[in-house]
C-alpha cells in the first residue's frame, strides 16, 4: 500500500485518530510517511485536523517540507458537508492529484484523510467515496462501538463493495465501551469472524 485513503461510516467517528495511529505504526516500521486532507471545513484561523497531522508528520518523516496549503489544499469556513461549505467555490480534482504526486516526492507511504462518511456530497453528483477511486488509493474504513454501528459498518461495506473499492476496516473501541461486548460484538464476531480493532495498532 502506498496510498491510503481513510474514511469512516460517519462523522466523529475518530478519523484523525485513526490517521495519527496509521502515521505513526509506518514510522516505526522506518517508512517515510506523509499526510494529506483534499478539504478541510470548520476552518476559523487555520485547519486544526491538518495542522496537528502535517506538525505530526515532520516529526515522523524529516523530508516531508510540505506547508499546510499542500496538506489541506481546501479550507472552508463552514462546519458543513464540502458540497455545501465550498460556496461558490470550484473544487479541482486535477489539482488535487497533482498536490498528491508532489507530496509524495517527500514520503513512500501517503495517508489521505476524508471528510465525514463515505456519502458526504462534494459536488451534486460525486460523493467522498468517489475520491477515493479518482485517488487511486486502498479504502481504511473506520467504524465505531456504539450502539447502532452494526448498521453503519454493513452500509458503508456494501457501499465499498459495490464500487469495487478494496478495503480494510477498524473499529474504534471509544463509544458504549463498556457495553460493547454484550450489545454490537457478538453479532459483528460471529459475522465478519476476527475484528480488527485500531487501538491494536498502536
Known sequence: MKRVFVTATNTDVGKTYACETILKYYAKKGVRVGYFKPCETGVIDSPLDGTKMLNL???????????????VPYQFKLPAAPYVAKGEQNIDFEFLKDKINYLETMCDFLVIEGAGGLMVPILEDLFMIDLIKIFEAKAILIAPSKLGCINDILLSQEALKRREIDFEWYINLFQDKESFDEVSKPFLENYFGKLNFLHELE
Open 57 to 71: 508528520v515532520k516529526e515522523l518523516n524529516n523530508d516531508f517540507t510540505a506547508t499546510i496549503n499542500d496538506v
